[in-house]
């Protein structure tokens, strides 16, 4: 049901969709995030919806792959790419990361983003996401990520 209601979302125009997060951009205009200091700066964006945020990270020379579960989305992101130019230098995958792995998709990366995925999660699924991202990170990657759970949320 999830799948369906995003699909549908980004059909209508989800209200997150835009352009990269701020904050995304100031680390990588002010050199905190590059894929020299991240070498060899591999980066996935966990979540990543019509891919804003890994198109601009392959913009700024990250090796990019994108994950969503929404196949709508992801349609999006591949036409995003292709306008700007940037065909097959993304690599967009489906999938879902309550799962033990996504086919298709090898770490180690050095940069991994999530904006929101994990507010979507019921507990069972955090701690799966949390293994996900634990087997995709290389050791001192960076995760960037934003969290907006609710009070009713206990630690594991």
Not at 4 to 22: Q, T
Not at 24 to 34: A, D
Not at 50 to 66: D, K, P, R, V, W
Request: hydrophobic letters at 45%; proline letters at 7%.
């Amino acid at each position: 049901m999830r799948r369906a209601l995003y699909d549908l979302m980004y059909r209508i125009g989800a209200p997150w969709d835009g352009p990269p997060r701020p904050e995304l951009v100031t680390l990588v205009e002010r050199g905190v995030l590059t894929p020299a200091q991240l070498a060899p700066g591999r980066a996935v964006d966990l979540g990543c919806g019509t891919g804003a945020n890994i198109l601009y990270l392959a913009q700024h020379g990250f090796e990019s792959t994108g994950i969503d579960f929404s196949a709508i989305a992801l349609r999006v992101a591949r036409k995003r790419a292709s306008a700007v130019g940037m065909d097959g230098q993304i690599l967009f995958v489906e999938g879902d990361f309550t799962s033990s792995e996504i086919p298709g998709v090898e770490g180690p990366f050095d940069l991994l983003v999530d904006y929101g995925t994990l507010d979507d999660l019921d507990p069972a699924g955090r701690r799966a996401m949390a293994n996900m991202v634990s087997n995709l990170a290389r050791p001192g990657a960076v995760f960037l990520f934003l969290v907006l759970l609710g009070p009713t949320i206990r630690a594991a």
